[in-house]
């Protein structure tokens, strides 16, 4: 299914070498295929998948026009010209998603040629990226942990100067005859904490941890120039970097105002202003499916799938989990369409029984993969339960550090009024 999504269309003209003109449509690109198609006649002329192109190029026809060359296997050149919004912008999207998937594994290369992958196949793959999602999810969830555990240290550290503040006071209360108040002014050494320390544990406080990174071709106000770069999710905030691996702009996490999900492989990040323009960069990318469950995640309310994402959903009557599910389902892998429709009372009768249980055969092969996955599955939920119980206690901890710092953070300070 994931061959049939429509990463972005663009008008364009197509030299048709055997009338010698061109002929003006629309180029589409999936992540595995290019086609093009008449405006007038709404025919295909050109349909190929991205594994048998041998090089892209940018050209002039005739001099002139400026064009997009495409040579495949068989060594026949496709000409694109008069491209919307502009040359640059489809040569660098269509390079990226061929680079992609050149880069990945041998058997994505060949998969829209390649025979249909089996049913053990397919739910191998669909629960290696469950699996993929779930060690994101629970390395999130770790870090945040820590910082937990970052924040009950320095409530700690406050509750200890704290301590050496009410001393202070008490001497300040003290009569001046009072003969034991000398050494109330004394601070053990201790307590003192060294500069040194103090900047090194912030230094180890603050250290980002990297959740996902992926190649991303990146637009800024206009669509009409991109750039190529890398795109960065971190637990704290979205990294955007160009090529040379030089940072464009930095997202903190509480700057994000809005996400916005155009299609499984593009997606916008918005930071809205007053009085001056907002902040906003759009991505594109093969890899985008891996990184908008984590999204999902982190920008739960700030995030949004508009029609052209929500169009690969199952049904239209079906709930916004389950539409969000099917959508990077189709975008991570193949799917079988009919593991999710229920076939019909007559075709049930009309098939052979051993047909029907030939075709739900799952070898052992898959299955012992299968099994070992689902293990690992089992072990990561059971990590993220204990984590979550061991967050909930330190939260409660927290809370009741919180209200008994406060409360002597008042009484110091009522103290604090009566000598002045």
Request: hydrophobic share 35%.
């Amino acid at each position: 299914m994931s061959r049939d999504i429509c990463v972005h269309t663009w008008p364009c003209s197509y030299y048709l070498e055997l009338e010698k003109r061109w002929i003006p449509g629309k180029l589409s690109l999936t992540p595995l295929s290019l086609k093009f198609m008449t405006d007038k006649t709404g025919e295909i002329l050109v349909n190929f998948p991205l594994s048998s192109i041998i090089e892209i190029k940018k050209e002039a026809s005739h001099f002139i026009f400026s064009s997009v060359t495409i040579l495949e296997k068989d060594h026949v050149k496709h000409w694109f010209s008069s491209l919307q919004p502009s040359r640059n912008v489809v040569f660098s999207i269509i390079e990226h998603f061929w680079r992609e998937l050149l880069l990945s594994q041998p058997g994505a290369a060949v998969e829209g040629s390649s025979s249909p992958a089996t049913k053990g196949k397919e739910l191998t793959c669909l629960m290696a990226c469950s699996q993929k999602r779930l060690e994101d999810t629970t390395r999130v969830l770790h870090h945040q942990g820590e910082q937990l555990d970052s924040v009950a240290r320095g409530l700690d550290k406050m509750e200890s100067d704290l301590g050496v503040a009410d001393r202070l006071l008490t001497e300040l209360e003290s009569p001046s005859w009072w003969p034991f108040s000398s050494r109330l002014w004394k601070v053990p050494s201790e307590t003192k904490p060294s500069a040194g320390a103090s900047v090194a544990s912030s230094k180890a406080f603050g250290k980002e941890g990297i959740v996902i990174r992926i190649p991303a071709v990146i637009s800024q106000r206009t669509e009409s120039r991109v750039k190529p770069g890398k795109f960065t999710v971190l637990v704290s905030g979205l990294e955007i970097h160009d090529s040379d691996s030089l940072l464009m702009h930095r997202f903190e996490r509480e700057d994000v105002d809005d996400i916005k999900v155009h299609t499984p492989y593009e997606v916008s990040i918005r930071q809205r202003f007053i009085g001056k323009p907002d902040i906003a960069y759009r991505l594109i990318s093969a890899k985008m499916p891996e990184v908008i469950p984590i999204l999902e995640v982190q920008f739960s309310k700030k995030i949004e799938l508009l029609e052209d994402a929500w169009m690969f959903g199952s049904t239209a009557t079906a709930s916004p989990a389950e539409k969000g599910y099917s959508v990077w389902l189709a975008a991570s892998g193949p799917t079988d369409h009919a593991l999710h429709s229920e076939p019909s009372s007559g075709s049930q009768e009309g098939r052979p029984l051993q047909l029907q249980t030939s075709e739900l055969l799952i070898s052992d092969g898959d299955a012992q993969e299968l099994r070992q996955i689902l293990k690992k599955l089992k072990d990561l939920a059971l990590d993220a339960e204990t984590e979550l119980e061991r967050q909930d206690e330190a939260l409660d901890d927290l809370t009741a550090a919180v209200d008994r710092t406060t409360l002597t953070i008042d009484k110091h300070n009522r103290r604090m009024k009566k000598l002045t």
